[in-house]
């Protein structure tokens, strides 16, 4: 009677820890999402208005494009105001490719959004799972090897 009611108690311990377990996995994943949700909304802000700011930025370079190319333009040749802007546009070139290489180098470095909150908290529960684990294995290698009537 004594080994029935131990292996009811070990089955019910198993559940509680299974239960548990499940429930700490679920908040994690949530957790997670929530935390890459929160990272894709400030990306998201942040996007939007680097766009506007680009969109005016973009606006006022093409007013100093035309400006720069009618007085190259002027200095060059009183005759063709072409020269300016096929000035103009070589320059365009070479920033464009300068721009280029720059944002290569930092595309390189950039980070995906990762939940590092999230992942760091699974490391933690791993760690104390192993360590539950194997307490647990030993708890009942004990209570085979040495019943209760044996130890007392």
Same mark, same amino acid.
């Given at each position: 009677?004594?080994?029935?009611?131990?292996?009811?108690?070990?089955?019910? =311990?198993?559940?509680?820890?299974?239960?548990?377990?499940?429930?700490?996995?679920?908040?994690?994943?949530?957790?997670?999402?929530?935390?890459?949700?929160?990272?894709?909304?400030?990306?998201?802000? #942040?996007?939007?208005?680097?766009?506007?700011?680009?969109? +005016?930025?973009? #606006? =006022?370079?093409?007013?100093?494009? !035309?400006?720069?190319? +009618?007085?190259?333009?002027?200095?060059?040749?009183?005759?063709?105001? +072409?020269? #300016? +802007? !096929?000035?103009?546009?070589?320059?365009?070139?070479?920033? *464009?490719?300068?721009?280029?290489?720059? *944002?290569?180098?930092?595309?390189? $470095? *950039? $980070?995906?959004?990762?939940?590092?909150?999230?992942?760091?908290?699974?490391?933690? /529960?791993?760690?104390? !799972?192993?360590?539950?684990?194997?307490? /647990?294995?030993?708890?009942?290698?004990? =209570?085979?090897?040495?019943?209760?009537?044996?130890?007392?």
């Amino acid at each position: 009677m004594a080994a029935d009611d131990q292996t009811s108690q070990l089955a019910k =311990a198993i559940q509680q820890v299974t239960a548990s377990t499940q429930a700490l996995i679920r908040d994690e994943i949530e957790l997670a999402k929530l935390e890459l949700r929160q990272k894709g909304r400030v990306i998201t802000r #942040g996007t939007v208005i680097a766009a506007a700011a680009g969109l +005016f930025v973009i #606006g =006022a370079l093409i007013l100093l494009l !035309f400006g720069t190319a +009618f007085l190259v333009a002027d200095l060059i040749s009183d005759d063709h105001v +072409f020269w #300016g +802007f !096929f000035v103009v546009a070589i320059l365009l070139l070479v920033l *464009a490719a300068v721009a280029g290489a720059l *944002a290569g180098k930092a595309f390189k $470095k *950039a $980070k995906a959004p990762v939940p590092d909150q999230a992942l760091a908290q699974a490391r933690v /529960t791993k760690a104390t !799972f192993e360590r539950e684990t194997a307490l /647990t294995r030993e708890q009942v290698r004990e =209570a085979i090897v040495h019943p209760e009537e044996e130890r007392s």
